[in-house]
């Protein structure tokens, strides 16, 4: 009997999953002798839909950084940090943008800081969305006590409010200064403030696209 075309073995082969991928496979995809690890994740991709759809896609791999010298720059950047000792994972002015920033939150699967600073990076609504997952694990001794997005004036409310619904209930102080934040941005905030009970400190100055609405709301939510 003759064997199935080509592109049906294709779509059949789509269905195999990675843990039914024999050890000396994957040890050849990740530890080949080429310097082209994107190559293998692609070749692997046709045969596994799934490690295609949780690796190879993934911003783990720089997708969306664009080439060259712009693209080392930020993976150098993000890395160099990760690397440092201490407890303060400090971004400030590195300019990651939006993929630097989905790149961040895939690289942190454990974390040891309690305090992130993303100042003046460029970041929009869609590089917070990118880190809530991040926010939502757990983050060193007794959590992330300390996050600073200030200075990123296009994350406006969208940004904001995301922000909002992802703060773990750890956090100490958190700076939304200078991120065009609007009236539903502070209500967002204000909205969040009563589980975040260990919150000593708020810096949300140079909002001036904010109303009395989103002030009143906000201030309404202070504890007395």
């Not at 003759?2 to 779509?11: G, T, Y």
């Not at 609007?182 to 919150?199: F, H, I, N, S, V």
């Not at 009395?212 to 504890?223: E, H």
């Amino acid at each position: 009997m003759a064997p199935p075309p080509r592109r049906s073995r294709r779509l059949a082969l789509k269905h195999v999953s990675i843990q039914d991928l024999p050890p000396t496979a994957l040890q050849h995809i990740l530890l080949g002798s080429s310097d082209n690890l994107l190559r293998f994740v692609a070749a692997c991709a046709r045969v596994c839909g799934e490690w295609w759809r949780v690796v190879g896609g993934s911003a783990a791999y720089g997708r969306g950084l664009g080439a060259g010298e712009e693209r080392a720059r930020v993976l150098a950047a993000i890395t160099k940090e990760l690397e440092r000792e201490g407890e303060r994972l400090n971004l400030s002015n590195k300019a990651i943008r939006d993929a630097g920033a989905a790149v961040l939150g895939l690289a942190m699967p454990t974390i040891r800081f309690t305090a992130l600073s993303l100042t003046n990076n460029d970041l929009t609504a869609a590089g917070v969305a990118s880190l809530v997952p991040a926010l939502h694990r757990p983050w060193g001794d007794g959590g992330l006590k300390a996050l600073s997005v200030r200075g990123n004036p296009s994350l406006g409310d969208g940004g904001v409010v995301a922000l909002a619904k992802a703060l773990p209930p750890t956090l100490e102080s958190l700076n939304v200064s200078g991120t065009g934040c609007g009236d539903d941005g502070l209500a967002a905030l204000a909205a969040a403030l009563p589980a975040l009970t260990p919150l000593t400190r708020l810096e949300c100055s140079r909002t001036p696209a904010a109303t009395a609405r989103g002030w009143v709301a906000l201030a309404g939510a202070l504890p007395s």
